[in-house]
């Protein structure tokens, strides 16, 4: 299984400040058929499922605010909110889906600080 | 606006069954897969299966494959989920989610998600 690391566990930033959470796998989620890294970025909000914020490493889904980014290849990534909001606040969650099992992160706490 | 709803929370002794439904409604059931994630209290998320409910291939997760049964009714428009050998472990909110991807193609990233129902395993 490949299993997807997460840091930090949680961080508090400032309300207009940049937040950067980081994702390693255990292997390459880089498809070499399609040069896609196959990775998503979730939300989750106390109570609320997870939402689907970006997929391929870096591919926004509709909707999603463009202060999101995601970035990196192979066995590393990071997800940036560019300036925090305080509706921002939530538990994100990395997850491969280069194959099955497919596996999620332990995921990374965001507060205000 | 998609929408899935599920059924409400469970309480099970261990060894028992439990058997979750997920009603899809605002698209064409068929046309996507839908998937079955759990959380666990303090746990990460956890992929349990899907079921393509176009053809009704499924495909587990080999940690549960010997215990979850994944079926669709297509005229209810509803996916169901059925775990046995229930231990405390399995305490969760099970959540059904749909694959982001049209047609028999399974992408594996879940862009509709339910409101989740909570599984209580114990004596």
């Known amino acids: 299984d490949i299993v997807m690391t997460q840091s930090p566990d949680s961080l508090a930033v400032s309300l207009g400040e940049r937040a950067t959470i980081n994702c390693k796998s255990s292997?390459?989620?880089?498809?070499?058929?399609?040069?896609?890294?196959?990775l998503a970025w979730y939300q989750q909000k106390p109570g609320q499922p997870p939402k689907l914020l970006i997929y391929w490493a870096s591919t926004r889904e509709s909707g999603v605010p463009d202060r999101f980014s995601g970035s990196g290849s192979g066995t590393d990534f990071t997800l940036t909110i560019s300036s925090l909001q305080a509706e921002d606040v939530a538990v994100y969650y990395c997850?491969?889906?280069?194959?099955?099992?497919?596996?999620f992160g332990g995921g990374t706490r965001v507060q205000i600080k | 606006q998609v929408h899935l709803a599920q059924s409400g929370a469970e309480v099970k002794k261990p060894g028992a069954s439990v058997k979750l439904s997920c009603k899809a409604s605002?698209?064409?059931?068929?046309?996507?897969?839908i998937h079955w994630v759990r959380q666990a209290p303090g746990q990460r998320l956890e992929w349990m299966g899907w079921?393509?409910?176009?053809?009704?291939?499924?495909k587990y997760s080999q940690k549960f494959q010997a215990r979850v049964t994944i079926t669709k009714d297509t005229s209810a428009s509803t996916a169901y989920m059925e775990l046995g050998s229930l231990r405390s472990e399995d305490t969760a909110v099970y959540y059904c989610?749909?694959?982001?991807?049209?047609?028999?193609?399974?992408?594996?990233?879940?862009?509709?998600w339910g409101q989740g129902t909570l599984v209580t395993v114990s004596s």
């Open positions: 997850q491969q889906y280069y194959n099955t099992p497919l596996t």
């Open positions: 292997q390459s989620v880089l498809h070499s058929s399609n040069n896609k890294n196959y």
């Open positions: 605002e698209y064409t059931f068929t046309n996507y897969a």
């Open positions: 989610a749909r694959d982001q991807v049209v047609g028999a193609t399974v992408n594996d990233v879940f862009d509709y």
């Open positions: 079921i393509n409910a176009g053809n009704g291939d499924t």
